[in-house]
């Protein structure tokens, strides 16, 4: 691997890699996002489909079958169903949210609302579901059907778990492995049945999915303390102003004297924020080593994400999804 | 039959012929709703499911799939997933309708938030296309994810349709397919199908449900121009004043002269509505014929879904059926 190829970032290569198949998949999300009565569909999904983001996760579907030798047609199927359910998620998530920017655009529920937002999203989920259905395989159904109930219960636990000073790194764990890791390890897993691979490597592929999903979330809520919004899109204390219970919070609270429990509890469980109060738990959690300890945690999953690999054939695709694996906590290594 | 048993109503009727599998469809249902980790789960769709509703597409499958003969035990789960499709939906719509009351009760996104309506219809959905995978029936997947599309599809039609006179009865039957006899359809359907139904009975059964929808959602628009809060659970006027483009309102446009059109165009599309207008909507409607036009149609839907009925085999459940259709449009016959 040339100097060159180092430079360029994993998902990029993973893109250049799979660009005949993405272009498919693409192609397919365009067909099916469509619909001939009701042009608000397209506007809508357009408009969040078009903006692009990483296609992080219909690449990974592509990349597990690749890797297992798949020359079939279905992977591409799967890709873009995964993708649909993503799409879903994200048009409920920000009305749930109350989001007003996505991917540095403003959101479907404020450019149309949030009637809209709901509707497509059942739509695309729907979608989902009848594309999946083409591959005529039971265990992807079902695997995809699992995951997308794991994702709703998981934003249902956020709901409950936000403001609430309780959540522990159990729940968070719970919580994060809906709303992110579920989507990852279904993605990489069905990818692998659809390849026929062994149960060993099927497991494999749902093991990295899921560490990988862990990682990139934790790293998430990390930068959320300590990124900028030109690296992340999302600015510094976003969640603290939401009032998430997120790992550095859980891990500054733990250790937390009275004085500063009773600061998490007006700010978190009270949400009374004055001026100085994110300072003040920035203050805390570098006093804690709660932002260290987070960090630590996120590169154990990446390990963790990468070791699975291992029973998998050698193969360029897995090499690039251990650089991936690797790129996704070098953000805060 | 004797008198007592006509005196029932055919939904009674069919809930008593039915009563040992709607106990295991109810069982099934309460299983799948829990959710170990999220307790609000159970919580709103207790308040949802508890508050019973006649279980009517639920009791369609059952009935479809028994008067084919069928004593496997899949007509249960495909039933509990119909349920679960409708309460979704029921959910989503209270969401997007700001509704405050269904089945005489405070809505969920009243009771709880706007955020929970939404995460848990979607967590409804996902364990009805679970439950639904357990079938290991590839045909009847693919007729509910389509017809979940077809319901997301008709609702967003609806709201883009809403508010606007141009919305024509083309447009109007897409919409109630849609949101309403999309589901009945695809209920009868699977029943059917599961069965092992001739092509020749399957395409009856879903002719049968779809005719039955679209009757039930015209006399439910009709009863809003004239039924009382006590008979239909909503007070007259309700799709007035949510200047929804409903069929009595088509036909009261199609025929209305400038001065009809200009009322028209200021109560439905610039909803500026006073005092007395509802009134004055309903002497037009009385001028032109619209409720005695719109209740023609409903007749020969029911009409249409009796005849579908001759099709299938003769059997104590196909009498109810066709008492059922009769029923529907009777409140307004």
Chains 1, 2 share one sequence.
Not at 43 to 64: D, S
């Amino acid at each position: 691997m040339s100097l060159d190829d180092k430079a360029t970032k994993p998902h990029d290569r993973l893109a250049e890699a799979l660009a005949a198949e993405m272009s498919a998949v693409n192609d397919l999300i365009r067909a099916r996002m469509s619909s001939e009565h009701a042009p608000r569909i397209p506007e809508v999904t357009a408009h969040l489909i078009e903006a692009g983001g990483k296609r992080l996760r219909p690449m990974l579907t592509l990349a597990a079958a690749r890797m297992l030798g798949y020359d079939g047609p279905y992977h591409v199927h799967l890709a873009a169903t995964v993708e649909f359910i993503h799409t879903a998620t994200l048009l409920h998530d920000d009305v749930v949210d109350e989001s007003q920017q996505r991917r540095g655009r403003p959101t479907a529920n404020l450019l149309w609302d949030n009637k809209s937002s709901v509707l497509v999203g059942d739509y695309l989920l729907a979608r989902g579901f009848q594309l999946m259905t083409e591959t005529d395989n039971m265990r992807v159904l079902n695997i995809l059907s699992n995951a997308s109930a794991v994702i709703a219960e998981g934003e249902v636990l956020q709901l409950t778990a936000a403001q609430d000073l309780r959540t522990d790194e159990g729940i968070y764990l719970q919580v994060i492995r809906g709303k992110t890791a579920a989507l990852f390890s279904a993605a990489t897993e069905v990818g692998g049945v659809i390849a026929g691979g062994t149960d060993a490597q099927v497991q494999a592929l749902f093991e990295y999915g899921d560490a990988l999903g862990i990682a990139f979330q934790m790293v998430d809520d990390l930068l959320d303390y300590g990124g900028s919004a030109a690296e992340t899109g999302k600015n510094v204390g976003d969640d603290f102003r939401e009032r998430k219970v997120t790992l550095p919070v859980i891990k500054a609270v733990a250790a937390a004297d009275a004085a500063e429990r009773a600061f998490w509890s007006r700010v978190i469980e009270k949400g009374k924020q004055e001026p100085g109060d994110l300072e003040e738990a920035l203050a805390l959690m570098a006093k804690h080593g709660a932002l260290e300890a987070t960090k630590a945690e996120a590169i154990a999953w990446a390990d963790k994400a990468r070791a699975a690999l291992a029973a998998l054939p050698d193969h360029p695709l897995r090499a690039m999804l251990d650089d991936l694996a690797d790129f996704v906590v070098a953000r805060v290594r």
